[in-house]
């Protein structure tokens, strides 16, 4: 009966955060970008330092109500790829964004095959 407390929450935590990783990369993302104008790398960087946060708080945390710590930390976590991506298009060439890109494609599914092995 325990288990099925704790797969519960963890399931709502996780919808929880995939709701708020979509409004970080609709509304959060254009907003440092068009309004407070920041470049990619800053935006990268707060990603970074967020998803650090977010790390010490998952496994720091002594209750599950801490853990909803990690839905305010969460606008900033998924902000890392798309500006990371602009960055890198914009450090290569215009004929190489599509080699970045398709080597981008290729980590993410030897990654996702990696795990699923």
Do not use: W
């Amino acid at each position: 009966m325990i288990l099925y407390f704790q797969v519960k929450f963890y399931s709502q935590l996780s919808a929880f955060k995939s709701g708020i990783n979509i409004f970080s990369l609709f509304v959060v993302l254009p907003f440092l970008v068009k309004i407070i104008k920041l470049n990619d790398m800053p935006i990268a960087m707060l990603a970074t330092i967020g998803a650090a946060m977010k790390c010490f708080i998952f496994c720091f945390s002594t209750n599950k109500n801490g853990l909803y710590a990690l839905l305010g930390i969460a606008l900033l976590d998924y902000l890392f790829t798309q500006p990371l991506r602009s960055t890198m298009t914009k450090i290569v060439g215009a004929s190489d964004v599509g080699k970045v890109m398709g080597k981008i494609i290729y980590d993410y599914v030897c990654s996702f095959s990696a795990f699923h092995s």
